[in-house]
């Protein structure tokens, strides 16, 4: 038999699974489960400032760091205030242990305090369990902790009575295994003969491939074997080296006309571990070659953005593997995929240059001011974006050779969650290494009240704010001029350096790319706490999107 109070039993399945921090905002109902957090050593605390930044912590701690955090808040507007982060987390495969003090049962019905339906929730987590009984808590909870774990990994809500979490039980040790669904594939020897014969292939690479075990391996391994381009999604940046001469870039509406043509020449493409959602294939405009092989773990992805002509459903590690084996040597007799890819990139790059958006002006241009921040940032440290127009220009021009230096949402896309994140990787590291934050003025103002956070806990995390005063990637929206000639989301600037002084943390102003680089360069060699550096950015310049849609000079066929 198991004993002890609900709060014990949670804590140590918590602890069983591998789970070093809780993320939590206290209320009364919490207070069983958190202060048995910080009575013991097994579990760190982190206490953010507002619920909305809880699940956003825990998941830039998992990107970055691979292990598994729990969330813990009050039922009702906690449970409500995370389900944005909840459902960011599952729309990116991470799993998440989020603990709700719930409503006691005999409570239901009456009008107690932050009552809320417990189905609520069903829809934005991968399991919503919900205990009622002291019988099924220990089932329930290690159930749900192997559902959470178990690939395609998720958030799972562990809706507990508040009055369970303080009662002392005595409950039946429960052994839990974790279901596993395999699926026999016969294509892959037909897959293999394709790719050996084509001229031109490209690799797709997505978020599978982070979360897969050799996933990074496997591709590295196919592009060469194959000499294939490769491209990625948003979820998949950094799981191929962006200094590799064979990488192309990352797909979407920011992806340049060059890597479109490639895309639409391309004979065959290998898409590994995505599941083509709108955000990353420009809402399903962009070409995938004449013929599309296509892995994934889940079922419900075959054919829904683009019909496949070979469907493998499988972890792309093994997937991977086996399409190496049955290649056998063969493959890499067509084009040259490192020569399309460098002209690809050259192009853009002179297009851009062209564009006036490198000419070093006041105020900055975006795509210059992330050049000067990658050369400032230390490559072993974690980037981590907020969500906006900025971070459409990071996916071409910010280049990461690494998935877990590079933490930037999925297809879900809701601000407020770069600086969250970056405290959670912050937590996560144990050399010290600083992590930078590049967040929207926008963004930022979704969750600037986790700047005390940081502050409070001293982490070592450098936000660079991109302040061009404006909603740009809605203003700058080609959907804007249906409704508006003109209108932009604009405000006057905060003083985002001064409000970052009044919460305890460094503040600098710049208005030039260069100079954000010097303080980006300064505030890593300080480590001296967290640092806000606020870029002045010119509102006027052209989207990423924009600026992608020129007409190449380039053929492949």
């Known amino acids: 038999?198991?004993?002890?109070?609900?709060?014990?039993?949670?804590?140590?399945?918590?602890?069983?699974?591998?789970?070093?921090?809780?993320?939590?905002?206290?209320?009364?109902?919490?207070?069983?489960?958190?202060?048995?957090?910080?009575?013991?050593?097994?579990?760190?605390?982190?206490?953010?400032?507002?619920?909305?930044?809880?699940?956003?912590?825990?998941?830039?701690?998992?990107?970055?760091?691979?292990?598994?955090?729990?969330?813990?808040?009050?039922?009702?507007?906690?449970?409500?205030?995370?389900?944005?982060?909840?459902?960011?987390?599952?729309?990116?495969?991470?799993?998440?242990?989020?603990?709700?003090?719930?409503?006691?049962?005999?409570?239901r019905g009456k009008g107690p305090i932050h009552e809320i339906e417990s189905d609520t929730f069903d829809n934005v987590v991968k399991r919503n369990v919900t205990v009622k009984d002291e019988l099924e808590l220990h089932e329930l909870v290690e159930g749900g902790i192997e559902t959470a774990l178990s690939p395609p990994c998720g958030p799972v809500r562990l809706g507990v009575p508040s009055g369970l979490l303080a009662a002392d039980i005595e409950?039946?040790?429960?052994?839990?295994?974790?279901?596993?669904?395999?699926?026999?594939?016969?294509?892959?020897?037909?897959?293999?003969?394709?790719?050996?014969?084509?001229?031109?292939?490209?690799?797709?690479?997505?978020?599978?491939?982070?979360?897969?075990?050799?996933?990074?391996?496997?591709?590295?391994?196919?592009?060469?074997?194959?000499?294939?381009?490769?491209?990625?999604?948003?979820?998949?940046?950094?799981?191929?080296?962006?200094?590799?001469?064979?990488?192309?870039?990352?797909?979407?509406?920011?992806?340049?006309?060059?890597?479109?043509?490639?895309?639409?020449?391309?004979?065959?493409?290998?898409?590994?571990?995505?599941?083509?959602?709108?955000?990353?294939?420009?809402?399903?405009?962009?070409?995938?070659?004449?013929?599309?092989?296509?892995?994934?773990?889940?079922?419900?992805?075959?054919?829904?953005?683009?019909?496949?002509?070979?469907?493998?459903?499988?972890?792309?590690?093994?997937?991977?593997?086996?399409?190496?084996?049955?290649?056998?040597?063969?493959?890499?007799?067509?084009?040259?995929?490192?020569?399309?890819?460098?002209?690809?990139?050259?192009?853009?790059e002179n297009h851009l240059h062209d564009l006036g958006l490198f000419d070093g002006d006041s105020p900055a241009n975006t795509p210059e001011l992330?050049?000067?921040?990658?050369?400032?940032?230390?490559?072993?440290?974690?980037?981590?974006?907020?969500?906006?127009?900025?971070?459409?220009?990071?996916?071409?021009?910010?280049?990461?050779?690494?998935?877990?230096r590079f933490v930037t949402a999925g297809s879900w896309a809701g601000m407020g969650v770069g600086l969250p994140a970056a405290i959670g990787a912050a937590v996560g590291r144990s050399d010290g290494q600083p992590v930078v934050c590049l967040t929207g003025d926008g963004g930022l103002m979704m969750c600037i009240h986790e700047l005390h956070t940081a502050a409070e806990y001293g982490l070592n995390v450098v936000v660079v704010v991109s302040n061009n005063a404006d909603y740009g990637i809605i203003s700058k929206s080609p959907k804007i001029m249906q409704y508006t000639d003109g209108h932009e989301f604009t405000w006057d600037r905060p003083d985002f350096a001064e409000i970052a002084e009044g919460f305890g943390v460094r503040g600098t102003s710049v208005d030039t790319a260069a100079a954000a680089g010097d303080a980006v360069a300064d505030a890593v060699e300080r480590r001296a706490g967290p640092e806000l550096i606020d870029v002045t950015i010119e509102t006027e310049e052209p989207s990423a999107a924009a600026a992608a849609d020129y007409e190449t000079e380039l053929s492949f066929n």
Not at 62 to 67: A, N, S, W
């Open 370 to 404: 992330l050049a000067a921040v990658r050369e400032a940032t230390p490559r072993a440290s974690p980037v981590t974006t907020d969500v906006g127009g900025f971070r459409l220009w990071s996916m071409q021009t910010f280049e990461t050779d690494a998935p877990d």
């Open 171 to 348: 409950v039946p040790e429960v052994s839990v295994t974790p279901e596993r669904v395999t699926y026999g594939n016969d294509t892959y020897s037909e897959a293999a003969e394709l790719l050996a014969e084509a001229d031109r292939p490209v690799i797709y690479a997505g978020g599978g491939v982070r979360r897969s075990p050799e996933g990074g391996r496997v591709v590295r391994e196919l592009a060469e074997a194959l000499d294939a381009a490769v491209i990625t999604s948003l979820k998949g940046k950094g799981v191929y080296p962006e200094n590799d001469d064979r990488w192309l870039g990352v797909t979407g509406t920011h992806t340049p006309a060059g890597m479109r043509e490639a895309l639409s020449a391309a004979d065959i493409v290998l898409a590994l571990g995505t599941d083509f959602d709108g955000v990353t294939t420009a809402n399903w405009e962009l070409p995938m070659g004449e013929t599309l092989v296509h892995v994934t773990l889940d079922t419900d992805d075959v054919n829904e953005g683009y019909d496949a002509d070979i469907a493998i459903v499988d972890d792309v590690t093994r997937a991977g593997d086996r399409i190496l084996a049955d290649l056998d040597g063969r493959g890499g007799d067509g084009w040259n995929g490192a020569d399309v890819a460098r002209r690809v990139r050259a192009e853009y």
């Open 1 to 107: 038999m198991v004993t002890g109070t609900g709060g014990e039993l949670i804590y140590d399945a918590l602890v069983d699974a591998g789970v070093e921090l809780l993320v939590g905002l206290p209320g009364t109902q919490t207070l069983p489960l958190d202060r048995i957090v910080v009575r013991r050593d097994e579990m760190a605390y982190l206490m953010a400032r507002h619920e909305t930044a809880v699940p956003h912590i825990a998941w830039g701690y998992f990107e970055t760091t691979g292990r598994p955090a729990a969330t813990l808040t009050v039922p009702g507007p906690g449970d409500t205030n995370v389900m944005h982060g909840l459902q960011n987390a599952h729309e990116d495969c991470v799993p998440i242990l989020h603990v709700s003090a719930d409503v006691n049962p005999e409570d």
